[in-house]
T-cell receptor
Framework: DTEVTQTPKHLVMGMTNKKSLKCEQH?????MYWYKQKAKKPPELMFV???????INESVPSRFSPECPNSSLLNLHLHALQPEDSALYLC?????????????????FGPGTRLLVL | GQNIDQPTEMTATEGAIVQINCTYQ??????LFWYQQHAGEAPTFLSY????GLEEKGRFSSFLSRSKGYSYLLLKELQMKDSASYLC?????????????FGTGTLLAVQP
């Protein structure tokens, strides 16, 4: 089972709204990620949590605030967003697997939340 | 710096074979992934290479040459459903946390 779930699937919000995106995985993965993806572009890494602690913040504006309540859940709190923040927001999770070939850590992505900021 | 190059678009015919190339120059390397992404959907994992050579998985194969900083994804017996974007990504193992560095993606159109 390599399922990562995300809610909601679609979200429309105004620039003064506060909303949250949710991500859940029950694979026991130790790392969880938030990505932003604009049309016809690759995913851009925003945040990485490792063992429920924030390990990477790719200089993301403070209007995006991540939270990891437990090892299965990852939230992204949104406040005072701009229209240019409209994008597909993807969550992913991974677990490092040691092998004779090295440390493979495949990231599995959720279906994403399509966000439109008006 | 980090640089991963792929062709922007490719077109192929149903039933044919297509090869999507990826070249990379990254500060760290701990394997290369290929993902498939249909329009409006999440990327799905296709393959992982960390040693030189060819990995075959059904209709899809992936090749890696670390000395040349080069990989390709080979799709055989193309089907219409293979029309998608194909993302090459290098895994940069940075201490406790891995990062995936994505190429810009190759949009493949399969025609009848």
């Amino acid at each position: 089972d390599t399922e990562v779930t995300q809610t909601p699937k679609h979200l429309v919000m105004g620039m003064t709204n506060k909303k949250s995106l949710k991500c859940e995985q029950h694979m026991g993965h130790r790392a969880m990620y938030w990505y932003k993806q604009k049309a016809k572009k690759p995913p851009e890494l925003m945040f990485v949590y490792s063992y429920e602690k924030l390990s990477i913040n790719e200089s993301v504006p403070s209007r995006f605030s991540p939270e990891c309540p437990n090892s299965s859940l990852l939230n992204l709190h949104l406040h005072a967003l701009q229209p240019e923040d409209s994008a597909l927001y993807l969550c992913a999770s991974s677990q490092r697997r040691d092998s004779v070939f090295g440390d493979q850590e495949t990231q599995y992505f959720g279906p994403g939340t399509r966000l439109l900021v008006l | 710096g980090q640089n991963i190059d792929q062709p922007t678009e490719m077109t192929a015919t149903e039933g044919a074979i297509v090869q999507i190339n990826c070249t990379y120059q990254t500060s760290g390397f701990n394997g290369l992934f290929w993902y498939q992404q249909h329009a409006g959907e999440a990327p799905t994992f296709l393959s992982y290479n960390v040693l030189d050579g060819l990995e075959e998985k059904g209709r899809f194969s992936s090749f890696l040459s670390r000395s040349k900083g080069y990989s390709y994804l080979l799709l055989k017996e193309l089907q219409m459903k293979d029309s998608a974007s194909y993302l090459c990504a290098v895994q940069d193992l940075g201490g406790a946390t891995n990062k995936l560095i994505f190429g810009t993606g190759t949009l493949l159109a399969v025609q009848p």
